[in-house]
Antibody, heavy 119, light 108 residues
């Protein structure tokens, strides 16, 4: 059974870099049929797609975050990661990692992790 | 960027009622790449519908999707107690992928 699990600090200071990792179990992140992505949800608000990555390292970013965003993949650990720099309170959200099949929407999601930006 | 507008914001219905949720796109969604998700408090979204009208694995047939171009609909034929939740549409045909703001289906 495919499972995705987010991990990382729950509190980040303003202007610093938010770093999260998603560990995939039950399937290989090197699958040629799948893409791996990050989505966030500010408390009480809607969903925002952050970006996606293919096992080869090809990335697809939301233009609204692109200048601050890095998504990477580590196939040896079956993990992919998110780094968002220069964070502000507006980046406070539950961050989800998820999988999608080529030409399909996200079908498997992690449980999500709350990241709060505060001094 | 394709903006998705969902209506109504809140739908107050009783178990057994029919629910009709709307999602309108600011421009045509390519190849009907439109999905619907259900989200309950404290949980991740759950994929219900993809390709505008195809049910995801394990989704009951009381959930159905329809539409094309810029207008899409999610219908729940008879609401069960576990269906009261927030529903989001998402287009995944063009980048950036975008979501609607959600429709809350609450118990009347």
């Amino acid at each position: 059974q495919l499972q995705l699990q987010e991990s990382g600090p729950g509190l980040v200071k303003p202007s610093e870099t938010l770093s999260l990792t998603c560990t995939v179990s039950g399937a290989s992140i090197s699958s040629t049929s799948h893409y791996w992505g990050w989505i966030r949800q500010p408390p009480g608000k809607g969903l925002e797609w952050i970006g996606s990555i293919y096992y080869s390292g090809s990335t697809y970013y939301n233009p609204s975050l692109k200048s601050r965003l890095t998504i990477s993949v580590d196939t040896s650990k079956n993990q992919f990661s998110l780094k968002l720099s220069s964070v502000t309170a507006a980046d406070t959200a539950v961050y989800y990692c998820a999988r999608r099949t080529s030409l399909r929407p996200f079908d498997y999601w992690g449980q999500g992790t709350l990241v709060t930006v505060s001094s | 960027e394709i903006v998705l507008t969902q209506s109504p914001g809140t739908l107050s219905l009783s178990p057994g009622d029919r629910a009709t949720l709307s999602c309108r796109a600011s421009q045509s969604v390519s190849s009907s790449n439109l999905a619907w998700y259900q989200q309950k408090p404290g949980q991740a979204p759950r994929l219900l519908i993809y390709g505008a009208s195809s049910r995801a694995t394990g989704i009951p047939d009381r959930f159905s999707g329809s539409g094309s171009g810029t207008d899409f609909t999610l219908t729940i034929s008879r609401l069960e107690p576990e269906d009261f939740a927030v529903y989001y549409c998402q287009q995944y045909g063009s980048s950036p992928r975008t979501f609607g703001q959600g429709t809350k289906v609450e118990i009347k």
